[in-house]
């Protein structure tokens, strides 16, 4: 054997296992979105399911992101034909009860649907604390980067986007966002 | 239970097996060298019976066991539940497991009766490689957990993997032939470790174990192409998916080893290399079974997974320091006895072939495990995709085309000036035709004229190989060319095998540069009754119907082919729908012909069935890599199939 060959042999691999490991603390699916820390694209959207009370909203009224300055805005972007809406749609929709009354409005934007289905899925469901709005055209879907549904954005009392959230979101995740940027609001 | 108490037996068996053959070489005991082959037959068992429980807990339902509660459903065809065994993470490492035991014990079956520490050394490689596995099944992918409270029903398999027939073939082939890599690094080891490394044993034993791995591993990519194709709707086969690179670069040093091993054995040159090559590719193997198993890249292959990528960085790291030391360790001893007579001879080009072969590698290496170097240096999140493959690949390819041409016609040690004109000049015929043909059909591009021109040098040139055999046995014992060509392969079963599997190799070679070249694609949305056209077809969407199956639903569009006014034929492209899926799994309709595919795929439609949108894709040449990948296995069939039968006839003849 010639142990010094072998050592240098050795010694080659330390850098190949430490990039391995390092690769393994990461998740390779999760691409950082570039828009938290930015002013939330601006939005006037017609509401089609008016939600219950107390947070309830006029069919036809139109909503307006300017007009929620100082409160903190829950985006959530859904659709009837996305499976995985499915479960997150009672615990956001409890959770936004809890809320009532708070300085935080829970707003749902149907994306790529009619409103009929949309209407329709809503009482299937067993109802929406929360209004809902069309987006024709899915504009406000591009202007913010929806990459699929469900997708939840969380804007502070100044209208810029703090997290996006993909995929379905749970209630700690919720209460988590909402009562830190309320917090921060309120200084 | 009794299945994992088995896998924790075997463990102990293993160990036994593995502390074992030391003691057995330094006191010189034979009896221990018996128990331990006795210890590698063990384990076949004790993983047998544990491999079988699981395919029966799958067949029976047996929701209490932790991955049949994973992937089983009542719903699903007997078939699809069987193969499942491999469809998750779990179950595929005690396939795994099964299949690395079942060689171990035949590797001991059919060598055991050899003198020295070779075959001992070999076992307990291969043993402490089955250890590293059932420490996996024992611990990070136990598929034998049990459930409460016992479901009634569970979700059933990944949709895509129920899908299609050929989820049956490409992952058992893959696995078969990942494994199969074992057997040759094991005795590589067991080489090193028993000082027989200068001897040239290890390579003519494991000949056959290579050559039978390589060929499953080559069946298994076009398999994986293939299910591809057929499957996802995309209309193509190959994306420098990390996956897939994880199979095609082992498949690469493979290659380069069957080639570089003949240089050894005929001119006693390249030791090193060799044993570099056979290492590379075991390393190869277990860091593509690391990438697809511990979700280290982001892949349509990747299974969602615990802990197991660190076991598996555990097992990379001792492997790797292991034989690497050994090697570099050993490489004084590994002199080559021969040297080079010429720059015109077989042996330049099987070292140009190895040469490119590597580089290869180290391309699709490099591209495959730039995004985690990357992140792990600057942070960023990157990817490489087709444009980088495509572009460092396309040069190497073509090389490697020319390649084939020339190394076959070149003689062993040097060729004569005439020798060289004689046997390279004709074969430019076929390079000419080919670029003539590729130019009519209207291709432009530099690098696919090349592909063309060198594709039809190398078929002609081995194709040439057979001509001029045949004509000898034809004009010397006037034998019919039928008889001719069986007697020919039969006498150097290893020379004609390799030349059919470079045929197998040209013919994917032209459909890869054709489907590549002249692909044309036309998507519209149309009303029953209306007509979609390409590439001087004519489909005509006749109906939308739906289906309920068992396990899924089914909505598809029939389209007749339409032969001016007659119909010519159906096609139904499909979509199936299940319940666990979010999305629609497509089933494209293909139609094959000799110069192509017709490609049909169903993108969406009026759930009132009152209109479609239908994706015609034209691909030429396809089928033509499927055919390829066959004649490659047949190539490997003929060099592996045991001496005597062509041998002999040959005799009496």
């Known amino acids: 054997m010639n142990w010094k060959r072998a050592g240098i042999a050795a010694a080659c691999v330390v850098p190949v296992i430490l990039v391995f490991g390092y690769g393994l603390t990461k998740d390779p699916k999760e691409i950082p979105s570039p828009l938290p820390g930015h002013e939330a694209s601006p939005f006037a959207l017609e509401v089609f399911a008016p939600g219950q009370p107390p947070l309830n909203r006029a069919p036809g009224d139109t ?125 | 239970m009794l299945a994992r108490d088995a896998i924790l037996v075997s463990m102990a068996v293993v160990l036994f097996g593995i502390v074992a053959v030391p003691v057995a070489v330094r006191k010189g005991r034979r009896d221990w060298m018996q128990l331990a082959y006795a210890a590698v037959y063990t384990n076949f068992l004790l993983v047998s019976v544990a491999a079988l429980a699981m395919v029966y807990g799958l067949v029976t339902h047996d929701f209490s066991i932790s991955y049949v509660a994973q992937v089983g459903s009542r719903e699903t065809p007997l078939f699809y539940t069987v193969i499942s065994l491999w469809g998750a993470l779990e179950g595929s490492i005690l396939f795994w497991a099964w299949v690395l035991s079942m060689y171990a014990a035949a590797v001991v079956w059919i060598n055991s009766r ?44 990944n949709p ?28 590589a080891v067991g080489a090193m470790l028993s000082g027989e490394v200068e001897g040239d044993d290890w390579t003519k034993i494991t000949r056959r174990w290579t050559l039978s791995a390589w060929a499953l591993l080559s069946a298994a990519i076009i398999a994986g192409m293939w299910w591809s194709y057929d499957v996802l709707g995309w209309g193509g086969y190959w994306a420098w998916d990390p996956v897939e690179n994880a199979s095609f670069i082992p498949w690469l040093t493979a290659t380069a080893f069957l080639h570089s091993v003949m240089v050894q054995e005929r001119r006693a040159m390249l030791r090193l290399w060799n044993l570099n090559l056979i290492v590379g590719t075991f390393l190869l193997t277990i860091l593509g079974t690391f990438l697809t198993r511990s979700g280290i890249v982001s892949s349509v292959h990747s299974f969602t997974t615990g802990t197991i990528g660190y076991y598996f960085l555990g097992f990379i790291a001792i492997v790797m320091v292991a034989s690497l030391v050994l090697v570099a360790g050993n490489s004084e001893r590994l002199r080559s006895t021969g040297r080079f007579d010429s720059i015109a001879s077989r042996e330049t080009v099987f ?64 060729a004569s000036s005439s020798e060289i004109k004689s046997k390279l000049l004709p074969p430019a015929g076929g390079a000419v035709v080919m670029l003539v043909v590729a130019l009519v059909a209207g291709a432009r591009n530099a690098y696919a004229l090349l592909a063309f021109a060198f594709a039809g040098y190398a078929a002609f040139a081995n194709l040439r190989e057979y001509w001029i055999g045949m004509r000898a046995r034809h004009t010397a014992h006037g034998e019919g060319w039928g008889t001719a060509l069986v007697r020919l392969i039969g006498g150097n079963r290893h020379r004609y095998g390799g030349y059919t599997a470079h045929l197998g190799i040209i013919l994917v070679a032209f459909g890869v540069a054709a489907s590549s070249t002249f692909r044309s694609e036309h998507e519209a949305t149309i009303k029953p009754g209306e007509t979609i056209s390409l590439a001087g077809q004519t489909l005509r969407l006749k109906e939308m119907w739906g289906r309920e199956e068992p396990q899924r639903s089914v909505v598809g569009a029939t389209l007749e082919v339409m032969n ?19 999305s629609p799994v497509p089933t494209p309709a293909v139609r094959s012909g000799f110069f192509g595919d017709l490609y049909v795929n169903l993108q969406a439609f009026r759930q009132d069935g009152s209109n479609a949108t239908i994706r015609v894709i034209y691909e030429p040449l396809v089928p033509w890599i499927w055919t390829g990948g066959g004649v490659v296995v047949l190539g490997a069939l003929i060099a592996i199939f045991p001496v005597g039968v062509g041998g002999a006839r040959r005799r009496e003849a």
């Not at chain 1, 100044?158 to 700690?172: D, F, H, L, M, S």
């Not at chain 2, 590597?358 to 960023?380: K, S, Y």
């Open chain 1, 63 to 187: 909503v307006r992101l300017a007009d929620l300055k100082g409160q903190v805005v829950v985006l959530n972007f859904w659709a009837s034909w996305c499976l995985s809406c499915r479960d997150e749609h009672q615990i956001l929709s409890e959770t936004a009860r809890s809320y009532a009354g708070k300085p935080v409005h829970f707003l749902g934007v149907l994306y790529d649907d009619e409103a009929d289905n949309g209407t329709k899925w809503i009482a299937q469901m067993g109802g929406q604390s929360y209004p809902s709005v069309m987006d024709p055209g899915a504009l406000t879907a591009i202007n913010y980067g929806l990459y699929g549904v469900p997708e939840t954005y969380f804007l502070d009392t100044n209208g810029r986007i703090a997290y996006k959230a993909t995929g379905p979101v749970n209630e700690r995740l919720i209460r988590h966002f909402v009562d830190s940027l309320m917090a921060a609001g309120a200084k």
């Open chain 2, 114 to 157: 050899r003198a020295g520490n070779l075959v001992p050394y070999a076992s307990a490689t291969l043993l402490f490689i089955s250890f590293f596995f059932a420490i996996l099944l024992v611990g990070p992918a136990n598929p034998f957990g049990s459930v409460f409270p016992v479901p009634q029903d569970g979700p059933g398999p």
């Open chain 2, 160 to 187: 895509l993997l129920q899908n299609h027939i050929l989820m049956a073939v490409h992952p058992p082939l893959l696995y078969l032939g990942y494994v199969g890599m074992s057997v040759p690094f094991a005795f």
């Open chain 2, 351 to 414: 070292l140009l072939n190895n040469l490119f072969l590597t580089a290869f590698m180290f391309t699709v290496l490099t591209g495959t495990l730039f995004p985690l170097v990357e992140e792990a240096v600057n942070g960023a999140k990157v990817s490489v995709g087709e444009p980088f493959f495509n572009r460092m690949s396309l040069p190497i390819v073509v090389t490697l085309l020319f390649l084939m041409g020339v190394g076959p016609a070149l003689p062993w040690k040097a």
């Open chain 2, 564 to 582: 001016g006014t007659t119909v010519g034929g159906t096609m139904e492209p499909r979509m199936n729908f299940y319940p666990m899926s979010q």
